[in-house]
C-alpha cells in the first residue's frame, strides 16, 4: 500500500464512527491491505490499533469510536455517552515469534499455489508463565509512559493455548499487569476474543 493510500485510510478512521460502521471500515481496510499487509507491511500498524479499537468498542459498549492517528499516542478513543476515554495499545507476542517473517513464508507459500500449513507444537502453546513473563514485559514499558495516567491500556495476548490451562492463564492477569495498572485508568487484557477488565483506577478491577 502506497504512503498516499495508507494515510487516506487512517483519516477515515480517525474519524467519529459508531462501532458498526468502524467495523466495516476496518474489514475493508484489511481487504485492501491483502490476505498478508496488514501483517507483513511497513507503516500498517494504524490496522491492528483499528482492530484493536473495534474489539474494546465492542466491549465496551461505546456509542463511537476512532483513531487518534496521527497523534503519537495513545492509539485511539471510545465515546460512551458524553464520556471520552482514550486508550494506548499494545500486542504481547512471543519472544522467538516474528509475526512478518511468519505470514512472507505464508505469502510465499500461496504464491507457488501451496496452502500454508503452519505447525503449532503443544510445547509451543502458552503456559501460565509464558502468559505472565509476555503481559509483565509489555505492562512494565508501557507503565513509565508520561501518558499513562491519562488513559486506558489494552493488551492484546497474542498467543494461543488449547490444553486445560485456560483459567490458570487469565489468572495471571492481575499480577503480571500490575506495573501498568498503578498507572494508568484501567487495564484490559484481550485474549480468545474476550476483553477482561483487570485494573481500574489503580485497584484490582470488581468481578
Known amino acids: 500500500m502506497e504512503a498516499a493510500e495508507r494515510n ?6 480517525s474519524c467519529w464512527q459508531d462501532p458498526a460502521q468502524f467495523g466495516r471500515l476496518v474489514s475493508e481496510c484489511h481487504e485492501a491491505l491483502g490476505q498478508f499487509g496488514a501483517m507483513i507491511e511497513h507503516g500498517t500498524g494504524f490496522w491492528r490499533d483499528a482492530w484493536l479499537a473495534q474489539q ?3 466491549h465496551l459498549k461505546a456509542c463511537s469510536v476512532r483513531l487518534l492517528h496521527p497523534e ?3 492509539d485511539f478513543a471510545l465515546m460512551l455517552g ?10 504481547a507476542i512471543g519472544r522467538l515469534r516474528r509475526r512478518g ?5 505464508d505469502l510465499r507459500l500461496v504464491e507457488q499455489g501451496i496452502l500454508p500449513v503452519r505447525q503449532d507444537p503443544a510445547d ?10 509476555l503481559l509483565q514485559q509489555r505492562a512494565s514499558a508501557k ?3 508520561p501518558y499513562a495516567g491519562a488513559c486506558g491500556l489494552l493488551i492484546y495476548l497474542n498467543e494461543s493455548e488449547y490444553g486445560s490451562n485456560e483459567q490458570a492463564i487469565r489468572d495471571t492477569f492481575l499480577g503480571a499487569t500490575e506495573p501498568a495498572g498503578l498507572t494508568f485508568r484501567t487495564v484490559d487484557v ?3 476474543s474476550q476483553v477482561h477488565r483487570v485494573w481500574d483506577s489503580g485497584k484490582p478491577a470488581a468481578g
Open 56 to 58: 474494546q468498542s465492542i
Open 190 to 192: 484481550l485474549w480468545h
Open 124 to 133: 509451543a502453546w502458552l503456559s501460565p508463565e509464558m502468559a505472565f513473563e
Open 72 to 74: 503519537p499516542y495513545p
Open 101 to 105: 517473517d511468519e505470514y512472507r513464508e
Open 8 to 13: 487516506a485510510w487512517i483519516a477515515k478512521l
Open 143 to 145: 507503565a513509565c509512559k
Open 82 to 91: 458524553t464520556d471520552e476515554l482514550r486508550f494506548e495499545a499494545t500486542e
